[in-house]
């Protein structure tokens, strides 16, 4: 067996998806393994279609195994979604690499970077340029100038390329045996409005199925049949707005340590936040408040977010628990069977499984579970309570 692992979100799963599975299996890969990514993204927004229709798509798209990362690592910054995600590949104990997509498609140039990041100046500059108010990302770039030049401060802009690095960053810090291998992303640049043929950017193609305009090109066949099922049936699509009045009445009602208690919280953004959010009547008005230079857009939808799901710094601080199973097919079903022996985590098939594990493992099911039912408030159609306990495994 020669299994690769993805860290994914498949919002939706589409045709640079497609072509990511591909290029594994040209790349040797008899067996591929996806930790996704549950019904909250990376960007702090919620996926639009929910996490059992998308773990379908990905199977019937030629993904074997999709395992679930956690809501406390799937809405965290760059790098704590990437320490989440090489963690579980790690943790099956049979994963030989690690796949993904970048714009520099170089990973020999993705690890200079990534032990520049680790070094004693680089931290040096950074430290810095915090200090004198620069973002993050743009305390980055000039510490990599500075470093590097010019050239590395401009891979390092591109998005999936600061992802890729947090990859083999997180590789290194848990001392996996995980191989990186990376290529050049296909067909359309991040959140790019504008597609090339048949490729067009998941932001894209979450816009056209929210406007109800054609989009059926841009994915493959089966995965079209899914949303377009899920939209009938009115579980899709769900949008951030959907949340207004949630996110709302949550901010307006939190004491104030559970103000202090949420994931990465600085420089008084918490009582910004509460001030804000008690005149504040719509989520565009809110971010527009309370934006700051060192809290860009993305960071404070992440935080909005966890606070509505009742996400703690606490809950941050803990580990993956336990290896989800979401679905599977022969060949997963080949690797689950590998997993018996080699797993460093508990793997979980039912819910049920849960009760036999730590406090920590408990509670990080409860976040889930919590996600779950949240969502759940914001579909077309309400959906029902408990499912992180009910929806079956995905079998194909």
């Known amino acids: 067996m020669n299994l690769f692992s993805v860290i994914s979100e498949f919002n939706p799963f589409h045709n640079g998806h497609n072509y990511l599975v591909k290029s594994m299996r040209e790349q040797g890969a008899t067996h591929i393994a996806a930790i996704m990514s549950g019904n909250f993204t990376q960007r702090g927004e919620p996926a639009i279609i929910d996490k059992y229709i998308r773990t379908k798509a990905a199977l019937e ?5 999709v395992l679930l990362l956690p809501v406390t690592y799937s809405t965290a910054s760059a790098e704590q979604y990437a320490f989440g995600g090489v963690t579980i590949a790690d943790a099956l104990g049979c994963c030989n690499s690690l796949f993904f997509g970048s714009e520099c498609g170089d990973i020999k140039k993705l690890e200079k970077i990534c032990a520049t990041f680790e070094s004693i100046e ?64 296909s067909g359309v640049a991040h959140d790019s409005k504008i597609p090339n043929e048949s490729y067009a950017s998941a932001s894209f193609i979450r816009s056209l199925i929210k406007s109800n305009s054609s989009y059926e090109k841009f994915v493959p066949k089966r995965s079209y049949e899914l ?19 949630l996110i709302i009445y949550r901010l307006r009602t939190m004491t104030e340590n559970e103000y202090k208690e949420l994931p990465n919280i600085s ?9 804000v959010s008690l005149n504040a009547t719509t989520l565009e008005e809110l971010f527009d408040k309370i934006k700051t230079k060192r809290y860009p857009n993305s960071r404070l939808r ?28 022969e060949r997963g079903k080949e ?47 309400t959906g029902k309570f408990g499912k992180n306990f009910t929806e079956n495994i995905i079998i194909r």
């Open 122 to 185: 680089f931290k040096a500059w950074f430290a810095g340029y915090v200090s004198s108010n620069e973002s993050y990302a743009r305390a980055i770039e000039l510490s990599l100038t500075n470093m590097l030049g010019s050239e590395y401060a401009d891979i390092i802009r591109a998005p999936n390329n600061l992802l890729a690095v947090e990859y083999v960053k997180a590789i290194r810090d848990i001392g996996s045996s995980l191989i990186p291998k990376t290529i050049v992303r």
């Open 335 to 381: 690797i689950l069977r590998e997993m018996r022996t080699t797993a460093k985590l508990p793997v979980i098939m039912k819910a049920q499984d849960i009760k036999a594990l730590s406090l920590e493992a408990k509670r990080q099911f409860e976040c889930e579970s919590i996600a779950d039912d949240i969502y759940a408030l914001a579909l077309p159609k």
């Open 267 to 275: 420089e008084g953004i918490e009582n910004r936040l509460r001030n």
């Open 61 to 65: 798209s030629g993904v074997d195994l």
């Open 227 to 245: 949303i377009q099922n899920a939209i009938r049936q009115k579980s899709a699509p769900v949008d951030f707005s959907n949340f207004e009045k």
């Open 302 to 329: 992440r935080l909005v977010l966890r606070a509505l799901l009742h996400i703690t710094d606490n809950d941050c601080s803990s580990k993956p628990q336990y290896i989800r199973v979401l679905g599977f097919n």
